[in-house]
């Protein structure tokens, strides 16, 4: 399974998802969601093979929160330093 940040995927509640973010976690792969409609539900789930299996240990998702966001931290400024270099 490839998933891109900001790609839109459908999730096993029938809602439509951004990916918004990915870790890596003990040899895992793990990805945050954000609800597309005006909730801002935020899922997490890990990679397994070629599908993905909901998160819901709160221990877990806590150790992945600064990961995750220090990886979309990385995204956005890596964004903004290409769309600044798209304008030179």
């Given at each position: 399974?490839?998933?891109r940040i900001e790609e839109i995927i459908?999730?096993?509640?029938g809602k439509d998802y951004i990916v918004?973010?990915?870790a890596r976690h003990?040899?895992?792969i793990y990805y945050c969601f954000i609800d597309n409609e005006p909730?801002?539900?935020?899922?997490?789930?890990?990679?397994n093979n070629d599908s993905l299996a909901l998160v819901e240990n709160q221990e877990l998702?806590?150790?992945l929160i600064p990961i995750f966001a220090q990886n979309a931290n990385y995204?956005?400024?890596?964004v903004l330093e290409n769309e600044i270099l798209d304008y030179e």
């Amino acid at each position: 399974m490839n998933l891109r940040i900001e790609e839109i995927i459908t999730l096993d509640d029938g809602k439509d998802y951004i990916v918004a973010s990915y870790a890596r976690h003990n040899g895992n792969i793990y990805y945050c969601f954000i609800d597309n409609e005006p909730s801002n539900k935020i899922k997490y789930y890990q990679e397994n093979n070629d599908s993905l299996a909901l998160v819901e240990n709160q221990e877990l998702i806590n150790n992945l929160i600064p990961i995750f966001a220090q990886n979309a931290n990385y995204i956005f400024k890596a964004v903004l330093e290409n769309e600044i270099l798209d304008y030179e």
